[in-house]
């Protein structure tokens, strides 16, 4: 657990970075620090570690206070991961991982051993580990980053917009992983990033900070796209809010529609009779749905032929059942024929819904929400506010 | 102190012709070797293949020592060995040898960017090269002018022990052994001299880079 | 200290082909008057003089690059020696600080005069503070090149100032450090012919200096002078080439880029080596 108590950061200069800043981010969680330049979101994460040293304040790790251990100590115990990887440049991939344990005096071999664990841990070839940094991409040297931070296994991890500096797509499977090894590994995380979307999507607990160092807002992402407690955290979180928030909900049962579908391989003729409303699903052997066949308006004389991959439209995405309810909405919005393909989670075709039929469970949800948010509006009027109706809209 | 000026006074006149000489030698070597060097290092900046071979070619003259070189200078240029000229002429081939790297390295430096925009803009390639390339190249041209400068007035000096007659004439004096005088005031005019040239480059490479003068206003 | 006596007229000197005459002649070389003698003094006194201006300059740039603060200090000192006249200082030295040094011995394996030390330490005075401008330049301007990400992270982990010195700046730092240091040698191996102008200590600029006096000689003159004057240009040859050859070994390949088709190890999964294979980019 890291607690600051009334941190402060100002400058010779006079600037306050950091004002007065009361924060708890909790163990084995990952708190996302977000805001714009200069809100102070890296001072207060370089204070953790002693990068930078308060001005007042303290910070608390588990309940040792940070101002008392000899920094260089302090950081052999804290994982360090920032935007350029900082890799050695003239060191091997694998005694770039195994820096910080040699450091504290583990044996060579040993050390190398862990070495070769994480890097599988972080998805990277184990053939990379002679080669050198420059020889690796940015992705790849992002992993090393964070494998390098994970080598002597601190209970604590501090992220500097460690995912900002790859493409977009590198940088939505970075993401991901961090996500699966959080869960497998389940450390306590600060992270700071300037993108409201990073955030939300990796936050445990997200603290929306302002320019002069003050916090905003902290809450778990689903309560800052419902309620955000004033106008700045609302603009910073910015448009689609209700569209995003659909991210955080599910549905208990999804009414999906049962409907016959084609294969590949099938004739032509076959897949029209199969068609409703002008379109057929396609799937392959396994079930799994390859994409939507237009038969409307074809004579029978254009039938001739099997239903092969290139005469598909791939246009509709695929909804798990369990997903989220944005992602149901996405598949019906984006389907050529108007009906969401709904997966089970093995990716087995379970069946089609539509538009208006995932707006009704949206909307019989939120009224489910608006009454729980109407009754709690009505007890904080009556001066007994029990705590905060729980979970997402 | 009072000795060194008597000193100075004492033989103002041969002083002054050997500064002069010393002046003119380390002057007219910066000049020559920078005016050979530019076409040079352009040359090497702008065909990558030219690059190594002509680096190469710069380090080997670099390594030949000053005083093997005023040696050689007679034989080859039919000289006599007391003329200043061979003098002149090895300077000048130090000053090529060390300007050229630093010539094409600081040509090329000038980021791609801003290349691309200036043909983008419209500017021919020769334009390109007198309008953009070599003035953000001043500062560093400039700073190994600075160096060869330094170096060459002090390496002036090693040429009293072929016998040609500048300011190292003082040390020969001194080394007679009697006093120490001369030998003090050598080695003081020469640093002297060193330091003005190196401040009046200075002075050029801040009055052809004002946009940098804004940079330290800030 | 002999005066030298410089000819009005050097119309009749020797031509350029007498030197490869005097060159082949073996009678030039061995000796204890011979180039090879000549030679290892000139070594000698090179190596000396680069090796303390190392231990002197090494710990300031990499202290300056390092904390950052007095890169005036570093760039003002290096301007200030370099512009030192080391024929000059050499005269002022030998004649200064010689007749206070009264160690009359010999210098063991170098020179066999008696009294060739209160030259020496005048002399290497003169080389050392001319070795250590490039040194000192070329290791602030390596750290100070040194990824400041790697720094920050290198920091972040936990590395005390020292350690990142050690660990970081210095193995990054030394392409430029080894630069520096050659240029050095370069230097040295050029300005240590003055030393001849010393009594007693030799090194190949004896024969130039010897030779301006008879320089119309073609056995001793002008051939010698130039001849001489090869052989040093040919030891910084060798000297440059060793270097560059030591450098390549002693810099990482990560940062001189020297991995494409690099043959790796192969490694199980526990981190010990099974052997290699080559690898591609």
């Known amino acids: ?393 | 102190m009072s000795e060194l000026w008597q000193y100075f006074r004492d033989n103002q006149s041969d002083i002054a012709q050997w500064t002069w000489t010393t002046v003119w030698l380390a002057g007219g070597s910066l000049v020559a070797g920078l005016i050979v060097a530019l076409p040079l290092g352009w040359v090497a900046s702008r065909y990558k293949w030219s690059y190594p071979p002509f680096v190469t070619l710069a380090g080997l003259i670099y390594t030949i020592p000053s005083l093997v070189l005023f040696v050689t200078m007679p034989g080859l240029l039919g000289t006599k060995v007391l003329d200043p000229v061979n003098i002149l002429v090895a300077l000048t081939a130090y000053t090529v040898a060390l300007l050229v790297r630093v010539v094409a390295d600081g040509l090329a430096s000038v980021s791609n960017d801003t290349l691309a925009a200036a043909a983008a803009m419209g500017y021919t390639g020769r334009q390109r090269l007198f309008a953009v390339q070599f003035p953000i190249s001043i500062p560093v041209i400039g700073a190994g002018l600075r160096v060869a400068a330094v170096s060459n007035v002090s390496l002036i000096s090693v040429a009293s022990l072929v016998g040609v007659q500048q300011l190292g004439a003082l040390f020969v004096r001194g080394s007679q052994g009697v006093t120490l005088v001369p030998i003090v005031l050598g080695v003081i005019i020469i640093m002297l001299l060193a330091f003005a040239f190196d401040a009046v480059i200075l002075l050029g490479i801040r009055l052809m880079t004002p946009w940098q003068r804004a940079v330290r206003a800030r | 200290m002999s005066a030298l006596a410089f000819l009005a007229d050097g119309n009749s000197i020797p031509p350029l082909s007498q030197v490869s005459v005097w060159l082949n002649d073996p009678e030039n070389w061995t000796g204890p008057n011979g180039l090879l003698v000549h030679l290892r003094q000139h070594v000698i006194y090179t190596v000396v003089a680069v090796v303390i201006a190392i231990i002197i300059a090494l710990p300031i740039g990499l202290l300056v690059g390092h904390t950052g603060r007095g890169a005036f200090l570093v760039g003002g000192l290096a301007n200030g020696l370099r512009a030192v006249p080391s024929l000059g200082l050499v005269v002022l030295l030998v004649v200064w600080l010689s007749p206070k040094i009264h160690l009359l011995q010999t210098v063991p394996g170098v020179v066999d005069h008696r009294g060739a030390l209160p030259y020496l330490i005048p002399v290497e005075i003169v080389l050392v503070l001319l070795a250590i401008p490039p040194i000192l330049t070329n290791t602030y301007a390596g750290v100070q090149n040194v990824d400041p990400a790697a720094r920050d992270a290198a920091k972040g982990m936990g590395m005390t100032g020292f350690q990142l010195v050690r660990k970081v700046e210095l193995p990054c730092a030394l392409p430029l450090i080894m630069s520096g240091v050659r240029s050095s040698v370069l230097q040295v191996i050029a300005t240590a012919t003055i030393a001849a102008f010393a009594p007693f200590l030799g090194g190949l600029g004896q024969y130039i200096i010897n030779g301006a006096q008879v320089i119309n000689d073609p056995h001793n003159g002008y051939p010698a002078m130039v001849g001489a004057g090869l052989v040093v240009a040919a030891l910084a040859l060798v000297a440059e080439l060793s270097l560059i050859l030591v450098q390549r070994y002693v810099v990482s390949p990560g940062i001189s880029g020297r991995f494409k088709t690099s043959k790796s190890t192969v490694r199980a999964p526990d981190g010990s080596v099974v052997g290699t294979e080559l690898a591609g980019v």
């Open chain 1, 1 to 393: 657990m890291i607690r600051f108590e009334s941190v402060t950061k100002r400058y010779p200069d006079g600037t306050i970075a950091v004002n007065s800043l009361e924060l708890t981010a909790p163990s084995r969680q990952i708190t996302v620090l977000v805001g714009p330049s200069g809100c102070g979101k890296t001072t207060s994460l370089r204070m953790i570690n002693r990068m930078i040293d308060a001005t007042s304040g303290r910070i608390w790790l588990d309940d040792k206070d940070t101002s008392k251990i000899r920094p260089a100590k302090l950081r052999r115990g804290i994982g360090y991961v920032i935007q350029h990887a900082g890799l050695f440049p003239h060191r091997t991939i694998i005694d770039n991982i195994a820096t910080v344990p040699l450091l504290l005096g583990t044996d060579r071999r040993t050390a190398r051993a862990r070495a070769m664990e994480l890097m599988e841990r972080v998805g990277l070839q184990p053939d990379l580990a002679d080669r050198y940094p420059a020889q690796l991409s940015g992705g790849q040297q992002q992993r090393v980053g964070v494998a390098r931070a994970l080598a002597a296994d601190p209970p604590v991890m501090l992220m500097d917009e460690p995912f900002s500096a790859v493409d977009p797509v590198v940088r939505a499977q970075l993401q991901e992983e961090f996500l699966r090894l959080q869960g497998e590994l389940g450390k306590t995380i600060v992270f700071v990033t300037h993108d409201i979307d990073e955030a939300i999507k990796l936050g445990d607990q997200v603290a929306v900070m302002r320019v002069g160092g003050t916090l905003a807002q902290l809450a778990t992402p689903a309560e800052l796209l419902s309620r955000p407690a004033d106008a700045f955290v609302a603009g910073f979180v910015g448009r689609d809010r209700g569209y995003r928030a659909l991210g955080f909900a599910h549905a208990d049962a999804l009414p999906v529609a049962q409907e016959e579908v084609a294969r590949l391989g099938d004739n032509l003729t076959t897949a029209r009779d199969r068609a409703s409303d002008g379109w057929a699903l396609v799937v392959d052997a396994e079930r799994h749905p390859q994409g939507w066949l237009a038969v409307r308006g074809l004579a029978d004389n254009a039938l001739h032929g099997q239903v092969t991959p290139d005469l598909l439209n791939l246009g509709g995405t695929l909804a798990a059942e369990s997903g989220t309810l944005r992602e149901v909405l996405d598949a019906a919005l984006s389907s050529p024929s108007g009906r969401g393909v709904v997966v089970h989670d093995d990716g087995t075709f379970a069946g089609t819904i539509t538009a208006s039929q995932v707006l009704a469970l949206i909307e019989a949800q939120a009224a489910g929400d608006r009454q729980q948010a109407e009754t709690y509006a009505a007890e904080v009027l009556a001066g007994d506010a029990h705590g905060a109706p729980g979970g997402a809209p």
